[in-house]
């Protein structure tokens, strides 16, 4: 094999098994790679290589027992991951991309990350992110901006965009991100990357340092759709660690065979396609909608009326939650201390120096949301619309199968351009807002470049709990295209 680091996931696992490499010599290769790019691009925060290193050598040991018949294989075994910086990996340092954090090791693990574990996979490190994943370019991680590895002078979305520079960069066959409101979906986009959102409840947040609680999801993000849905159905599942996850069971998902697309409805929205959206996204996002049907799809016109209240919803509801979550990094019982003569001015010095703007502003907004005389106003109309926009999907739902929108209204922006501007920012996440809010999955993939040779995104919203319909319909199109398999000339 030529370069390891540019096995996919399903690739990686196989070769494994047929004893062809050994799990040893695939997380150096991806080690080396990290140790070649990190520089560069900074994607991860934290490198584990010994933990890697050592997981890597028990799972050399299950391979070679399981050859000789002695024991089954867990699924994903010796297949390297790296993991968001918002998800706990026991005694390994969690910084949420935030100074506030800067020293806290926790004592478990999350969920997520513990069925994956359970699935043999190999950690090789925490990746960078918006401060407590509050953010769509990793500009607001206090630890400097993760790059774009298709442009280094461009933003590679956010939150989640350490996960997908890591994928899209080749230094990780798979990373772990999180999705609020687009952190999984717009970083994917950016990155030439697929990412999955899934419904709210399909996977423990537990271990998952929260920012909105009522709308966080823990995706993953990889090249293939395949290689999503391999980790995705180790996540999913009930968990009584978290009081939101559903108990439902989780179909097992095959994809082989999945080619043709007939007896597929895919519904188009007109409100996501805005005025002012960049003219290459719109053109790419409508034609790979034709190529699904091409291979079989119908394609129907559906609304989507609320859409246009998401954002203002979103930054409503989302940093009200913040403010009461972030509420116990006070200098006191969690985070930074900075010692006063007094509490009040402990708490001060502590959140005014742990905390960046953005964070400070979202507290701010959701403080404010949630005050005395406003609360009607602001936070209780918000959850009112929020309703109306979770019965637009429900209602376009019964007449298609899927809905097809662009991720973003253009392709990676240039660092700096939106810093001063939050709004502006805040636009970012216009089309991927709607589907936290109601609670539906979304999935982000490829479908083009633009003229700067910047990858464009398209997403699936499916019905709540069916991630493998948008699993099923991604990877189909993924057998006739290749802008998948593409890859950054990267020195």
């Not at 116990?328 to 703007?357: M, Q, V």
Request: with cysteine; proline share 7%.
């Amino acid at each position: 094999m030529n370069d390891l680091t540019d096995l996919t996931v399903r690739q990686a696992r196989d070769a494994l098994r047929r004893g062809e490499i050994s799990s040893r010599e695939l997380t150096t290769a991806f080690l080396e790679r990290i140790d070649r790019l990190q520089p560069q691009l900074h994607p991860f925060l934290t490198l584990t290589p010994d933990l890697a290193l050592q997981q890597a050598g028990a799972a050399d040991q299950q391979l070679a027992a399981a050859r000789r018949g002695e024991t089954d294989l867990p699924p994903l075994l010796g297949v390297p991951l790296a993991v968001k910086d918002v998800l706990a990996v026991a005694d390994v340092r969690c910084t949420c991309g935030s100074r506030i954090l800067e020293n806290f090791v926790p004592p478990y693990t999350a969920t997520s990350v513990t069925h994956l574990l359970d699935a043999g996979m190999v950690v090789v490190g925490k990746t960078n992110t918006d401060e407590f994943a509050m953010g769509s370019s990793t500009e607001n991680s206090a630890y400097g901006p993760s790059r774009n590895p298709w442009d280094p002078g461009c933003v590679p979305g956010g939150s989640s965009g350490g996960s997908a520079v890591a994928v899209a960069s080749r230094m990780a066959p798979v990373a772990l991100g999180t999705d609020t409101g687009g952190s999984v979906r717009q970083p994917a986009s950016f990155c030439g990357v697929t990412g999955i959102k899934p419904t709210y409840g399909r996977v423990s947040r537990y271990g998952l340092v929260a920012y909105g609680s009522s709308l966080d999801t823990v995706g993953v993000l990889a090249r293939t759709a395949e290689d999503v849905a391999l980790l995705f159905q180790q996540m999913a599942g009930c968990d009584p660690l978290d009081a939101t996850s559903m108990d439902l069971p989780v179909p097992a998902i095959s994809l082989d065979g999945a080619s043709s697309l007939k007896g597929l409805r895919i519904g188009v929205p007109q409100e996501y396609f805005i005025q002012g959206i960049q003219p290459e996204v719109e053109q790419m996002v409508r034609q790979a909608i034709q190529t699904m049907q091409s291979m079989g799809a119908e394609v129907l016109p559906v609304s989507l009326p609320h859409t246009e209240y998401a954002l203002p919803v979103y930054y409503l509801i989302a940093p009200a939650e913040a403010s009461a979550n972030l509420a116990r990094y006070d200098g006191i019982r969690f985070g930074l201390r900075k010692e006063a003569d007094n509490l009040l001015e402990i708490f001060n010095r502590s959140r005014g120096a742990g905390f960046g703007p953005e964070v400070k502003r979202r507290i701010m907004l959701g403080t404010y949301a949630l005050s005395a005389g406003y609360y009607d106003a602001y936070y209780g109309q918000a959850q009112k619309v929020r309703t109306l926009i979770k019965r637009d999907f429900e209602e376009a739902f019964q007449g298609v199968d899927v809905v097809a929108a662009p991720v973003a209204p253009s392709t990676a922006f240039r660092f700096g351009e939106h810093t001063d501007d939050p709004l502006a920012m805040y636009l970012e996440d216009v089309f991927t807002l709607p589907a936290n809010l109601a609670g539906v999955p979304g999935l982000a993939f490829p479908v083009g470049f633009d003229q700067r040779g910047l990858p464009v995104g398209i997403q699936l919203m499916g019905p709540h709990f069916r991630e493998e319909l948008l699993f099923r319909v991604a990877h189909a199109y993924q057998q006739v295209t290749d802008w998948h398999l593409r890859r950054p000339e990267l020195a």
